[in-house]
T-cell receptor, first 115, second 115 residues
């Protein structure tokens, strides 16, 4: 019974490169959330997706960031032309339904370092 | 604008004693609150939640208290154990705004339980 799987665990990118972060939700979960944690800060909501749909992207930076959750395969968070300020831990979470009483399950995160 | 605040960055408690972690919020629209526990290099783990229609929720050693008039909640852990040593995040969500289930997190409190 695998939990939320994120890969890679660590990702190093040079400034200007692209970063692709993957998230496989728990089996049976069709709702995916991405959060970012900058150093010394709490987690910040980025985007909420259901299969093939972006429901809420109010936390996504307007440029360079995009997310998808295709019908088949993992959810992808894509950061184009990375900058040093993108260095952070990116966490994915999943839930079986849009139920606020459900404390959704987080993955272990991807730690992105931009050099 | 930090809508969820955890003003104590750290807390040290003796094993067997009570740990009290505090959280304040500013948004009156928040009506659901959760506590997460996070170990280093792992994702947050859901601990306990409370709806705004209640003022207390208990689960084993963990109890959450909500004071709506003061916009304050607290997590009590009793008795505290060394394995409880972790960062604790308070999070809140608001009804409305569509189908999103996004959480607003505090900055966390590092709890150290001394043997």
């Amino acid at each position: 019974n695998a939990g939320v799987m994120q890969n890679p665990r660590h990702l190093v990118r040079r400034r200007g490169q692209e970063a692709r972060l993957r998230c496989s939700p728990m089996k049976g979960h069709s709702h995916v959330y991405w959060y970012r944690q900058l150093p010394e800060e709490g987690l910040k909501f980025m985007v909420y997706l259901q299969k093939e749909n972006i429901i809420d992207e109010s936390g996504m930076p307007k440029e360079r960031f995009s997310a998808e959750f295709p019908k088949e395969g993992p959810s992808i968070l894509r950061i184009q032309q990375v900058v040093r300020g993108d260095s952070a831990a990116y966490f994915c979470a999943s839930s079986p339904r849009a139920d606020r009483s459900y404390g959704y399950t987080f993955g272990s995160g991807t730690r992105l370092t931009v050099v | 604008d930090q809508q969820v605040k955890q003003n104590s960055p750290s807390l040290s408690v003796q094993e067997g004693r009570i740990s009290i972690l505090n959280c304040d919020y500013t948004n009156s629209m928040f009506d659901y609150f959760l506590w997460y526990k996070k170990y280093p290099a792992e994702g947050p783990t859901f601990l306990i939640s409370i709806s705004s229609i209640k003022d207390k929720n208990e689960d084993g050693r963990f109890t959450v208290f909500l004071n709506k008039s003061a916009k304050h909640l607290s997590l009590h852990i009793v008795p505290s154990q060394p394995g409880d040593s972790a960062v604790y995040f308070c999070a809140a969500s608001a009804m409305g705004g569509g189908a999103t289930n996004k959480l607003i997190f505090g900055t966390g409190t590092l709890l150290a339980v001394q043997p």
